[in-house]
């Protein structure tokens, strides 16, 4: 892994505001973005203005768009109105991901209840993702699962127990090993859990976090975003561990730390300006702790 070769950032975690997020860009000669929310609107609500503002861009800068963070299937497993309004989200962004000639759509695996690797459980989301399959049959558009503290695939075991029925060369994983930290009572991610993840992994997220206790029993915890490299991560024994499993794709900086706190609602659906308030200040530190973090390897 290189600085800055390997390096991108999520569009919002910078700024609402396209010419900023160029010039960061520029600035740290990374080779491209994943288009989150822009211009205050959510992905699922980005006009087409919007994607002709950043094809023009990217085409005139010459930079790329590495992915579309779509939010399909952060939703109820049980909501029928949400899931096919999901399905419907999903259709626009392959459509979006085609104008914008990006070759990978994240996509999430249902909001987390009681006992989230139930194999019932599993098979319902695994039903649902080989669904989106379909839709993406022929598109040359793969789908990246991520691992969210708030989905029923959020540990590296949970994660590979969904995508091990799934056509790997069309679904694999979007790891962020940060979000580990983010589930109650739930180991954190190790490195060696990329290992196991290597033959399936599509893409990474970068980003850092402390834990804290919130009960007095101590059974329960939550996190708190760091600049990356300061938090429980251990960024320089993951990074290692990529380089041994051979890994050559991208990471994307998902900072999720601002000098000011984030509301907890915005971390866990981001989107608008609210949610990129700082965050152009914020990124630049982490880009910097990424750097050196890379460079000393």
């Known amino acids: 892994m290189k600085f800055p070769q390997n390096i991108a ?8 505001d396209l010419p ?9 000669r990374l080779p491209g973005i994943e288009l989150r929310s822009l211009n205050g609107r959510a992905f699922k609500d980005l006009t087409r203005s919007d994607i002709a503002e ?6 005139a800068e010459g930079w790329r768009v590495v992915g579309c963070a779509t939010p399909v299937f952060k939703c109820d497993l049980d909501d029928t109105a949400a899931i096919a309004a999901h399905r419907d989200i999903f259709k626009r962004s392959l459509e979006v991901a085609h104008e914008l000639n990006a070759d990978l759509l994240r996509v999430f695996t249902f909001l987390r209840t009681p006992h989230p690797a139930e194999p019932a459980k599993q098979q319902r989301v ?3 993702l080989h669904g989106l399959v379909a839709l993406a049959a022929g598109s040359g558009i793969r789908l990246g699962v991520e ?3 708030s989905c029923l695939a959020a540990t590296a075991d949970e994660t590979l127990a969904i995508l091990a029925p ?23 991610a190790t490195p060696a859990d990329l290992g196991r993840l290597a033959p399936r992994l599509f893409h990474l997220h970068v980003k850092d976090a402390v834990r804290h206790t919130t009960h007095k029993s101590g059974s329960a915890h939550i996190a708190a975003g760091t600049p990356v490299g300061l938090g429980e991560v251990n960024w320089p024994a993951h990074l290692r561990a990529l380089q041994t499993t051979g890994y050559g794709g991208l990471l994307s900086l998902e900072t999720h730390w601002r000098l000011e706190k984030i509301d907890e ?9 609210a949610f990129s308030h700082g965050g152009e200040v914020a990124s630049r530190t982490c880009l910097h702790n990424l750097k050196s973090l890379l460079e000393t390897l």
């Open 166 to 188: 799934l056509p790997a060369d069309r679904v694999g994983a979007i790891w962020d090993p940060c979000n580990v930290l983010y589930v109650p009572g739930a180991a954190p």
């Open 54 to 59: 950043v094809i023009t861009a990217s085409r």
């Open 9 to 16: 950032i999520i569009s919002d975690e910078v700024s609402q």
């Open 265 to 273: 609602k915005l971390l866990h659906l981001p989107a608008g300006h």
């Open 126 to 128: 695994i039903e649902h």
């Open 147 to 149: 691992n969210e503290h």
């Open 20 to 28: 900023v997020i160029s010039a960061c860009l520029r600035e740290f």
